[in-house]
T-cell receptor, first 118, second 116 residues
Framework: AQTVTQSQPEMSVQEAETVTLSCTYD???????LFWYKQPPSRQMILVIR??????QNATENRFSVNFQKAAKSFSLKISDSQLGDAAMYFC???????????????FGKGTHLIIQP | GAVVSQHPSRVICKSGTSVKIECRSL??????MFWYRQFPKQSLMLMAT?????????EQGVEKDKFLINHASLTLSTLTVTSAHPEDSSFYIC????????????FGPGTRLTVL
């Protein structure tokens, strides 16, 4: 079974600074997806960034980037120029490559609560 | 972007009653929908995968007779919590996957269930 581990229950960063959230995972699959989701107090899950395991290039989305280390099974999220609106729970998630059988729900880590200090 | 709605957003019921939660994809057809459960300050846990026109696939440890899932159309999946008990109180979130964008799941806003 796949597992996703987020070892930082809570992180705090000054506004405009950079913060890195850690995530490791365990899988025997070679093809899969990794995601970072943000859950603000509204509880709505918002996709932050996605990485396909077969791609060596790290994904970036504006101020958000990942450091994907496939051999180490590590997938960290870097948030640059942190803003007050970034405050939320951040979940790392894993999914197998689309199997066609519908058996590709997400496996989530326990989350990291990100606090932005003004 | 794709929009997924859930109804109701909050529900309070008495122990022993059944509660139905709806998940709708508003601007796309979803052959597959997923149901997750989130306990307070905890992660999301996949409960089941709902495929249109066929039986749902339940994750290990999830009682299929307790959590009935029906995916009768390409835009609607329902989760019915039968004979609810206080331990079923939780936040239930659905997600839907468009057939042509198999990489992405779009999440609903969630339903807070409180069983008294």
């Amino acid at each position: 079974a796949q597992t996703v581990t987020q070892s930082q229950p809570e992180m705090s960063v000054q506004e405009a600074e950079t913060v890195t959230l850690s995530c490791t995972y365990d899988t025997s699959e070679s093809d899969y997806y990794l995601f970072w989701y943000k859950q603000p107090p509204s509880r709505q899950m918002i996709l932050v960034i996605r990485q396909e395991a077969y791609k060596q290039q790290n994904a970036t989305e504006n101020r958000f980037s990942v450091n994907f280390q496939k051999a180490a099974k590590s997938f960290s999220l870097k948030i640059s120029d942190s803003q007050l609106g970034d405050a939320a729970m951040y979940f790392c998630a894993y999914r197998i490559l689309y199997s066609g059988g519908g058996a590709d729900g997400l496996t989530f880590g326990k989350g990291t609560h990100l606090i932005i200090q003004p | 972007g794709a929009v997924v709605s859930q109804h109701p957003s909050r529900v309070i019921c008495k122990s022993g009653t059944s509660v139905k939660i709806e998940c709708r994809s508003l601007d796309f057809q979803a052959t597959t929908m997923f149901w997750y459960r989130q306990f307070p300050k905890q992660s999301l846990m996949l409960m089941a995968t709902s495929n249109e026109g066929s039986k749902a696939t339940y994750e290990q440890g999830v009682e299929k007779d307790k959590f009935l899932i029906n995916h009768a159309s390409l835009t609607l999946s329902t989760l019915t919590v039968t004979s609810a008990h206080p331990e079923d109180s939780s936040f239930y979130i659905c997600s839907a996957r468009p057939p042509r964008d198999t990489d992405t799941q779009y999440f609903g806003p969630g339903t807070r269930l409180t069983v008294l």
